[in-house]
């Protein structure tokens, strides 16, 4: 198992170094061809070997359950060790995890270039796709404090890809986590104002410049003032454009406010429908 979790985490390494000097050298020269090429060779070289460390990881701890569930008499000891050997193994799950959103952001943004960037639309309950990504969030994050308001019905019909409109939500939540202070709590409202709904998340965070409210929704935008206050400080600048995109291809309206050493609140809204009506899938226009 041990030697399992080193070749784990050279893996998890090696992939993530690599992604990093990737992502850093488009961000920098983003053109369509640099783009275009980059994308196609991510899309094997991250995700084949991000399949075999996810398999590896697996493995391990499934035989290291399997030692521990058998071996109740061990020395107190091995047993110490072996617990010890868990905290690799759980690091090598949160670093997987982030890099596979890191590859859904980048594969999504080349989506978007490509125009294939589609949201399957059904009709859903607003309040419980907003709630199934706050207790996901809330699971990640058992030492923060998430507060969640419903100031509206329980029932809210929406047309709505409902991955996507969670990725919104996982995505606001998880900056107010990152971004604010650890002791600091975070808000997540659900409003109606006549035929939209209105979801927003709160931090008592640093909040954001001027310049910085206007430009946080373009792609590979991150400010340079504002430190990583909670989990990985790995990002691409992705996550709020493709908020922007998946709100806008919902007919909603997105936005912020933020004073500077206040907190920021980040909303969406999107337009409530009648149940009855046709469910659709649409394409995007952008390029
Ligand atoms: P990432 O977090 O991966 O850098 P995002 O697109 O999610 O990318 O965010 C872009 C930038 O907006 C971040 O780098 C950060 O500077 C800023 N930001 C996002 N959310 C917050 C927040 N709640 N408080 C302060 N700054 C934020």
Known sequence: VAKLTGLIIEQVRLVNEWANSRANAIALEDTNARFDAFMSIASHELRTPLTTIKGNIQLAMRRLDTIMAHNHDLPEVVQEKLLRVKNPLEYA????????????????????RANKFMMIMHHHNIVEIVKAAYEDVKLSAPER???????AEENLMVLADADRIGQVVNNYLTNALKYSPIDQPVELTITREDQNVRISVSDHGPGLSSE???RVWERFYRSTVVDVQYGSGVGL?????????????HHGQI??????????TFWFTLPLVDATREEATTGNNYS
Do not use: F, N, P, W
């Open 93 to 112: 799950v949160h670093r997987v995890g982030v890099q596979d959103r890191m590859i859904s952001d980048l594969l999504d943004t080349s989506r978007i």
């Open 145 to 151: 404090q998430i507060m969640y308001h419903l100031a």
């Open 212 to 214: 910085d409210q206007q």
């Open 237 to 249: 600048g992705l996550g709020l454009y493709l908020c922007r995109m998946i709100v806008e291809q």
């Open 255 to 264: 936005g912020l406010t933020s004073q500077q050493g206040k907190g920021s």
